[in-house]
């Protein structure tokens, strides 16, 4: 048997890449940043980075979501950090072409944390935003940076895919799941719980109906004793995420 050779074989990498959600301004936003290197370089992408020899795979997003958000990864079974962020598994992408420098395969991570602060950009990377999903998605990019604007060239590799896949997870996760409280600060209220339930379907829902079933879903939201007046108005009861994981009954999206 001849020795194993692995000059034989041809380049081949993996790397992870991040679908970064937040809710700013009542928005559904995912974190970008502009390539300063190529391949593409110039062009808008999801954070991300080549794993290292001596990671896994879990060690190597919490890495970089540290790196570019300054986030910590949490499990989502362990009680919320402040700087704290839900962090999963999202899927894997290893089309041949989808890099053009060698043979790459991506596992993409979805992370979900409360408004988060402008980011800084790192890395090969010279600039990084918050756009709205929607933006990115529907309008190839469409940016508007000050008094100019421009339309943009499609997000870099095959990210329009792996975002839209990572969105559409949050969408229908917060629907069965407490996975909507992860983009809620540790204590909030219910009217803040429904414009993140609104940012991410995209819809708008009924105020008193939605107060009835997420304080009627046994484990979903446990109050927390205080109130808060930070939305004006009369004062508003605060609550935390309960213990369920699951919800019985679902937050049944609704039909648009």
Known sequence: MSPYDPSAFPPFAVTVDLVVLTVRRHALCALVVRRGEPPFQGRWALPGGFVRYDEDLNAAA???????????AHDA??????NGAHLEQLGTYGDPKRDPRMR?????HLALAPDLPAPRAGGDAHSARWSPVEE????????????ESELAAPLAFDHTRILSDGVERARSKIEYSSLATAFCPPEFTVGELRRVYEAVWGVALDPRNFHRK???TPGFLVPTGGTTTRQGGRPAQLFRAGGATLLNPPML????
């Open 214 to 216: 997420v304080t009627g």
């Open 104 to 108: 790459v395969v991506s596992v993409a």
């Open 62 to 72: 919490a890495r970089e979501l540290s790196e570019e958000t300054g986030l910590c």
């Open 136 to 147: 990115l998605l529907n309008q190839d990019g469409y940016e508007r940076e000050g008094r």
């Open 253 to 256: 999206r609704p039909e648009v």
């Open 77 to 82: 079974d362990a009680p919320a950090q402040d």
